[in-house]
């Protein structure tokens, strides 16, 4: 039997276009921009507008990848969303994106794993394709997180923004070609002890409201840093890597010193690490594809690159993989 592998062929992604920096945001609640700037590198943040929903920006980042990737949409045959902020309850926001794109056969679901549900959503699509069941699959991150913010909380409300990233996978078999190609190996792992570190005080069950977000900063931060750094450790020691190997860190973007602090634990050069954070903010799921996209679209990430993914978020869950990006030429 011919084994197979998920190759990353496209990526794109979509911000709002209305920006709110940190002094506008200073006139909202009692913040400054040198305090955001100082605890988190965030300068400003992207907010949809009101009519924009998750999946408009979900639609929009996916075309650009399909664009990216030359596939077409009838090639697409598996949409996986990974939101917190869908746009109903029920149905998914990945049959909503699949309706609109124009995509008619195969299976469209969201996951949900908050920042760190790309990562868990690209794991999900690259097991489709391993088993065979897709070919080829949009995997996408779109949040419209500021709409669940309690915008009087600054100790919450400074850190998000609204946003998109999508990826392209397409399968194919590993050959002596292609072998160092692809997604390489995921990892993920969740600690449900920890769920009430980084929640949302609402749901359709519990209270029948949406909720706001609610968290206790410094324990997100401390678990951050720590299960990053094991989950990177574990990723390179999978596929007998070492940090030196790596083209390009492109980690989830909650916080400027989480970044930096897991650079420094990698001895990792900065130039090595795509960081937007200053200008995206805190995308929860949208993050890590929109930092792709950023570094693919300044051309410092090319085809052949060695990428490795980072996020964690609300649960605890986080993961990480390692991806080369495009196919051999
Ligand atoms: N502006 C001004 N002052 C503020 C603000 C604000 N926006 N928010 C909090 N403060 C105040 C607090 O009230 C506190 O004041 P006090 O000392 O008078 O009580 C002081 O600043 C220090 O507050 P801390 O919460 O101790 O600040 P800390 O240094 O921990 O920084 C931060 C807070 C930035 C949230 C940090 O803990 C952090 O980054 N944690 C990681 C959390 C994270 O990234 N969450 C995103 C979602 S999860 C994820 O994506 C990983």
């Given at each position: 039997m011919n084994i197979r592998r998920s190759f990353l062929v496209g990526c794109g992604a979509y911000l709002p276009q209305?920006?709110?920096?940190?002094?506008?945001?200073?006139?909202?609640?009692?913040?400054?921009?040198?305090?955001?700037?100082?605890?988190?590198?965030?300068?400003?943040?992207?907010?949809?507008?009101?009519?924009?929903?998750?999946?408009?920006?979900?639609?929009?980042?996916?075309?650009?990848?399909?664009a990216k990737a030359s596939l077409s949409v009838d090639e697409i045959d598996l949409i996986v969303v990974a939101t917190t902020t869908p746009d109903d309850t029920f149905p998914s926001t990945a049959t909503k994106v699949q309706a609109a794109l124009g995509v008619n056969k195969g299976a469209a679901f969201d996951i949900q794993a908050v920042c760190a549900g790309f990562v868990y959503a690209l794991t999900v699509a690259d097991n489709f394709i391993k088993t065979g069941q897709s070919n080829n699959a949009l995997v996408i991150g779109a949040e419209t997180f500021t709409r669940i913010l309690?915008?009087?909380?600054?100790?919450?409300?400074?850190?998000?923004?609204?946003?998109?990233g999508a990826v392209v996978l397409s399968g194919g078999e590993i050959t002596e070609k292609t072998k160092n190609y692809g997604i390489l190996s995921t990892h993920l792992h969740s600690d449900g002890r920890q769920r009430d570190i980084l929640y949302v005080d609402g749901g359709p069950s519990s209270t029948g409201t949406v909720g706001n977000v609610r968290m206790s900063g410094k324990e997100v931060y401390k678990h951050a840093v720590a299960k990053l750094g094991e989950v990177i450790e574990e990723a390179l020691n999978y596929n007998k890597l070492s940090a030196s190997d790596i083209d390009w860190l492109v980690p989830h973007q909650a916080n400027r010193r989480i970044i930096d602090s897991m650079a420094r634990k990698m001895h990792l050069p900065i130039e090595k690490v795509i960081c937007c954070i200053e200008k995206h903010a805190n995308t929860s799921a949208a993050s890590v594809p929109l930092a792709l996209s950023v570094g693919m679209d300044d051309g410092r990430i090319s085809n052949g690159d060695l990428v490795l993914f980072e996020a964690i978020g609300g649960g605890l869950a986080w993961g990480a993989g390692l991806v080369r990006i495009g196919e051999p030429v």
């Amino acid at each position: 039997m011919n084994i197979r592998r998920s190759f990353l062929v496209g990526c794109g992604a979509y911000l709002p276009q209305r920006i709110v920096d940190n002094d506008e945001l200073a006139e909202l609640v009692d913040t400054s921009n040198d305090w955001i700037v100082k605890r988190t590198g965030i300068m400003q943040r992207h907010i949809a507008a009101e009519e924009e929903l998750t999946s408009d920006l979900a639609i929009n980042a996916a075309q650009k990848a399909l664009a990216k990737a030359s596939l077409s949409v009838d090639e697409i045959d598996l949409i996986v969303v990974a939101t917190t902020t869908p746009d109903d309850t029920f149905p998914s926001t990945a049959t909503k994106v699949q309706a609109a794109l124009g995509v008619n056969k195969g299976a469209a679901f969201d996951i949900q794993a908050v920042c760190a549900g790309f990562v868990y959503a690209l794991t999900v699509a690259d097991n489709f394709i391993k088993t065979g069941q897709s070919n080829n699959a949009l995997v996408i991150g779109a949040e419209t997180f500021t709409r669940i913010l309690d915008w009087s909380d600054r100790s919450t409300c400074v850190l998000f923004g609204d946003g998109a990233g999508a990826v392209v996978l397409s399968g194919g078999e590993i050959t002596e070609k292609t072998k160092n190609y692809g997604i390489l190996s995921t990892h993920l792992h969740s600690d449900g002890r920890q769920r009430d570190i980084l929640y949302v005080d609402g749901g359709p069950s519990s209270t029948g409201t949406v909720g706001n977000v609610r968290m206790s900063g410094k324990e997100v931060y401390k678990h951050a840093v720590a299960k990053l750094g094991e989950v990177i450790e574990e990723a390179l020691n999978y596929n007998k890597l070492s940090a030196s190997d790596i083209d390009w860190l492109v980690p989830h973007q909650a916080n400027r010193r989480i970044i930096d602090s897991m650079a420094r634990k990698m001895h990792l050069p900065i130039e090595k690490v795509i960081c937007c954070i200053e200008k995206h903010a805190n995308t929860s799921a949208a993050s890590v594809p929109l930092a792709l996209s950023v570094g693919m679209d300044d051309g410092r990430i090319s085809n052949g690159d060695l990428v490795l993914f980072e996020a964690i978020g609300g649960g605890l869950a986080w993961g990480a993989g390692l991806v080369r990006i495009g196919e051999p030429v």
